[in-house]
């Protein structure tokens, strides 16, 4: 229990932080003060949770002067639409470079939100490169570009070789550290020799990636948290309907749709993934070019197989293919299955770092930010 006004001190301190723009903080503020007050006695007990089901409130600890600067200076102000009702302000941590359409995301039009470009990139901005890299174990996996060199030589089929700089150096299966969920797969050290598959920037709220996940593990979350039965193993994960942003809408697991309350529900039941603005990458499933521009698929039933100059060489467990002018690609045959993304939460209305990005490099004020995330709206006093 507390002044209205001093609790969005902790909120705004707490969805975006001391640091960042001025006018930024200050669109938070507006936000957060509308939303709070459209939830209205929400608890009967209470007027809102202190969690992000509604806005996270933590305590005066996430307070600070310039945080409550900004929300002294928009004392009071709310947002308004055209018809003069208080809007429900949506805002998440990063559009991924675009808002999303309330359609896409709870299956329901807001006529106060638009899908628009968001300048999201903020998280990425001083993050290293890691590079993906074959090692001679035959296993793959990513390296942080401070560990390597180049050699100046090239494998037969044109793959730079780089050497590993330093010692008892991880490689793990996607570039972030993070032990729990992406714990080491090898080590390597100075002078290694690792064959370069492609390189990437390393995985943020803006721009990310996901661990390989096998077949059966993905297939037992889908089918808890969707509560459906998938027949057989998992082998094809496909994005079958996007909206007009490109997230997700619906998907297909081995080609039945995967029934969800609203398409922003496939965040949860693909394992917790950052946005549905995404694609899958499978590793089981591939096309190959044959001679005069025929194409097989696969998985097709039949094994596929490489014949070399002497022999058949049948493929056992998994094989490095070379894609006509993007590099190489592993493919397996027991199913993996990767998610490559950009953005954090639902995407819906304000982007947070889109904020931060249009105050420091278009010099927006906070009144600028939010008329650009909402429709036809007003901000004025609405509260003391």
Known sequence: RLPFEHYLYSVVGGEMGTGWPLEALKAQAVSARTFALVQGMKYDIAHVSDTTYEQSYQGVGKEADDVIAAVDA??????????????????????G??????????????????????PDDGPQQTLLMWDRVLLPSGKIGYIRTDFTEETGEVTDGGLKVLKAVGTN???????????????????????????????????NNYQWITIPYRSDVLKSVIESR????????????????RGPS??????????????????????????????????????????VLGAEGVTREW??????????????????????????????RLITREPTFTFIGTGFGHGVGMSQWGARGLAEFMEYDYKQILQYYYNNITIQKGTE
């Open 74 to 95: 928009t004392k009071g102000e709310v947002i308004f639409d055209q018809n003069g009702q208080l809007i429900t302000p949506f805002y998440s941590s990063n559009a």
């Open 246 to 287: 490109a997230r997700v809408t619906e998907m297909k697991a081995n080609g039945e749709t995967i029934e969800v309350s609203s398409p922003d529900a496939y965040r949860s039941v693909l394992n917790n993934l950052k946005s549905t603005r995404f694609e899958v990458e499978e590793s089981a499933r591939f096309t």
């Open 169 to 203: 150096v991880n490689v793990r299966p996607a570039p972030f550290v993070n032990n729990t969920i992406n714990g080491p797969i090898a080590q390597v050290n100075d002078g290694d020799r690792l064959v370069l598959l492609e390189t990437r920037i390393e995985s």
């Open 226 to 241: 969707a509560g459906i039965t998938i027949d057989g193993p998992l082998m094809t994960l496909e994005v079958s309907q």
């Open 97 to 118: 470079g675009m808002t999303a359409d309330a359609s896409e995301v709870w299956d329901s039009e807001l006529d106060y939100v638009k899908s628009v470009p968001s």
């Open 299 to 328: 998985p097709s039933g039949e094994d596929p197989y490489v014949i070399s100059a002497d022999e058949q060489v049948v493929f056992d467990d998994k094989m490095l293919v070379l894609n006509p002018g993007n590099g190489a």
